[in-house]
């Protein structure tokens, strides 16, 4: 294997572990985390005393109405804001600042600077950093918009993309940093329905192939069943775990199937219960649910 790509791959020990239960420590400890804005006229709670663990290799989903925190809590776990209360560990240390062993992916795509080629826009975060000189710079970058299929696109610019071609370079940019975890703040939300549904696929792919740590946002009730493990649940503003949820079994292939469709009524009724209370006895009967609040 080459070996500028071994600190990304999964082994099967790895695996073996995590069938074997959750023996190791996680990778990523989201402790008791209240986030707060403070504005010159008032202080805005984001989430209150959020917790939960992931696990090498999870494709990891926090699921939410809008303004529940989803993007405030992956700010503070990509290091951009701290807690009030609470903390965050990556690899069992508490995460302070920013780090290349976190990379996010927004949104927006024109995160790409135009001026700069495909190849140069996914070269240029890894000599930045100094994690590479440039010449295995540009080795790795080729191989990583090889797994995105966009070798042929390396010395275009990104304005002649489309924007599938965008979502593409900037997942090839995040991974050949090889982070710890990789972070997505709603990836695909502006694209449109057919090409978010191949950039789902592609994604679930190349994490077949690659076996990196996701911690995926999401509105969206589908997408969090297609793309996630497992997922995360939370509560209207300001942002509470409600559920976890094991989502394991269902992919591209389910949508449409009626224990597809049951799943996501029952994640809708988790999260929007009407009348604010508990959920039902019946509803925590759903036997993915591994824990209720
Ligand atoms: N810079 C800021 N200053 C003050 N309040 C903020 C700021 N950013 C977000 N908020 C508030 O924090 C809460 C959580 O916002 P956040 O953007 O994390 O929600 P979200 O779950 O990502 O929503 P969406 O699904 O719409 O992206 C909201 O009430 C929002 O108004
Ligand atoms: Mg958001």
């Given at each position: 294997?080459?070996?500028?790509?071994?600190?990304?791959?999964?082994?099967?020990?790895?695996?073996?572990?995590?069938?074997?239960?959750?023996?190791?420590?996680?990778?990523?400890?989201?402790?008791?985390?209240?986030?707060?804005?403070?504005?010159?006229?008032?202080?805005?709670?984001?989430?209150?005393?959020?917790?939960?663990?992931?696990?090498?290799?999870?494709?990891?989903?926090?699921?939410?109405?809008?303004?529940?925190g989803k993007s405030t809590l992956l700010k503070a776990v990509a290091g951009f804001i701290q807690p009030s209360e609470?903390?965050?560990?990556?690899?069992?240390?508490?995460?302070?600042?920013?780090?290349?062993?976190?990379?996010?992916?927004?949104?927006?795509?024109?995160?790409?600077?135009?001026?700069?080629?495909?190849?140069q826009n996914v070269i240029f975060p890894l000599v930045a950093s100094r994690t590479l000189k440039r010449r295995e710079?540009?080795?790795?970058?080729?191989?990583?918009?090889?797994?995105?299929?966009?070798?042929?696109?390396?010395?275009?610019?990104?304005?002649?993309?489309?924007?599938?071609?965008?979502?593409?370079?900037?997942?090839?940019?995040?991974?050949?940093?090889?982070?710890?975890?990789?972070?997505?703040?709603?990836?695909?939300?502006?694209?449109?329905?057919?090409?978010?549904?191949?950039?789902?696929?592609?994604?679930?792919?190349?994490?077949?192939?690659?076996?990196?740590?996701?911690?995926?946002?999401?509105?969206?009730?589908?997408?969090?069943?297609?793309?996630?493990?497992?997922?995360?649940?939370?509560?209207?503003?300001?942002?509470?775990?409600r559920a976890e949820i094991n989502s394991h079994q269902y992919d591209l292939n389910s949508l449409g199937g009626v224990?597809?469709?049951?799943?996501?009524?029952?994640?809708?009724?988790?999260?929007?219960?009407?009348?604010?209370?508990?959920?039902?006895?019946?509803?925590?009967?759903?036997?993915?649910?591994?824990?209720?609040?």
């Amino acid at each position: 294997m080459n070996a500028v790509l071994q600190g990304h791959t999964a082994s099967d020990s790895l695996i073996a572990d995590k069938v074997n239960q959750r023996t190791a420590e996680p990778l990523l400890q989201v402790q008791g985390v209240s986030l707060e804005y403070r504005t010159p006229e008032r202080v805005v709670r984001a989430t209150h005393q959020v917790s939960f663990e992931i696990d090498p290799a999870d494709r990891f989903v926090l699921l939410g109405p809008s303004g529940c925190g989803k993007s405030t809590l992956l700010k503070a776990v990509a290091g951009f804001i701290q807690p009030s209360e609470g903390q965050i560990r990556l690899a069992g240390v508490q995460i302070k600042e920013p780090g290349p062993d976190r990379i996010v992916v927004f949104q927006e795509f024109d995160q790409l600077p135009p001026w700069k080629t495909v190849i140069q826009n996914v070269i240029f975060p890894l000599v930045a950093s100094r994690t590479l000189k440039r010449r295995e710079a540009e080795e790795r970058a080729r191989y990583y918009l090889d797994k995105v299929g966009l070798s042929a696109f390396a010395d275009a610019y990104p304005h002649t993309l489309s924007g599938g071609m965008k979502a593409r370079v900037a997942i090839a940019r995040a991974l050949a940093m090889q982070p710890k975890i990789l972070l997505m703040d709603e990836p695909f939300a502006a694209l449109d329905a057919l090409t978010r549904r191949k950039m789902q696929e592609e994604l679930l792919a190349l994490w077949d192939e690659v076996r990196f740590t996701l911690l995926f946002v999401t509105h969206s009730i589908e997408e969090a069943l297609v793309v996630g493990n497992r997922i995360l649940l939370l509560s209207p503003h300001p942002g509470r775990v409600r559920a976890e949820i094991n989502s394991h079994q269902y992919d591209l292939n389910s949508l449409g199937g009626v224990g597809f469709q049951t799943a996501a009524q029952r994640i809708h009724r988790l999260l929007f219960d009407e009348a604010g209370t508990e959920p039902t006895d019946r509803e925590l009967s759903f036997q993915d649910v591994r824990i209720a609040y």
